[in-house]
């Protein structure tokens, strides 16, 4: 667990994952995106390494499939 962990509000997390409100809200009702943590009664925010690791599993998986179609 990280010591000090970062928490991404969803500006921040769209930003950084570059898609829409609508889109990111789509994977998380299909599982594919990493659950937020309840910062407060109505306030929610991501872990920033687990943003960061999906992103780079898109990645992994984008080499994947061009090592793959080579």
């Known amino acids: 667990m990280e ?3 970062t928490l991404l ?6 930003e950084r994952v570059a898609i829409s409100r609508s889109q990111l809200y789509r994977y998380l ?3 594919q995106f990493p659950r937020p943590v309840k ?3 109505r306030g929610v925010a991501w872990l920033a ?3 960061e690791a999906w992103v780079h ?5 984008r080499d994947r ?3 793959a179609a080579a």
């Open 9 to 14: 509000k969803l500006p921040q997390v769209i």
């Open 39 to 41: 910062v407060g009664d």
């Open 65 to 67: 499939r061009e090592t």
């Open 49 to 51: 390494s687990e943003v």
């Open 57 to 61: 599993a898109r990645v992994a998986e």
């Open 3 to 5: 010591e000090h962990p």
């Open 29 to 31: 009702n299909d599982g």
